[in-house]
Nanobody, 126 residues
Framework: QVQLVESGGGLVQAGASLRLSCVAS????????MAWFRQVPGKERVFVAG????????VYADSVKGRFTISRDNAKNTVYLQMDSLKPEDTALYYC???????????????????WGQGTQVTVSS
């Protein structure tokens, strides 16, 4: 079982940057596909970005391509989401998620992810 703790959220103005971090506990982080999702009140969680075991493959939602970058440091059991050129519509609760250990494929569906953090709030003012 992978436990995930996110940090780095906050209140920023449009155009600013934030970097979210997610620290994972457990012996097999290197073999977990990791992803970031986000959710606004009253709506479902949606996929933002995903990254493969070694970090060589990434997938992004169209809404964040060119502005957000997902990365990971397996030595630190940490995955990051660098968010640049933030927009008010990026306001959401951001969740870190891990696929089941040993499953290599990045997926965008919420139910493909077995472990979730508690979320970190990102608010972008106009």
């Amino acid at each position: 079982q992978v436990q995930l703790v996110e940090s780095g959220g906050g209140l920023v103005q449009a155009g600013a940057s934030l970097r979210l971090s997610c620290v994972a506990s457990g012996p097999s982080f290197n073999n977990n596909v990791m992803a970031w999702f986000r959710q606004v009140p009253g709506k479902e969680r949606v996929f933002v970005a995903g990254i493969s075991w070694g970090g060589g493959s990434t997938v992004y939602a169209d809404s964040v391509k060119g502005r957000f970058t997902i990365s990971r440091d397996n030595a630190k059991n940490t995955v990051y989401l660098q968010m640049d050129s933030l927009k008010p519509e990026d306001t959401a609760l951001y969740y870190c998620a891990a696929r089941r250990t040993g499953v290599p494929t990045i997926r965008t569906a919420e139910d493909e992810y077995a472990n979730w953090g508690q979320g970190t709030q990102v608010t972008v003012s106009s």
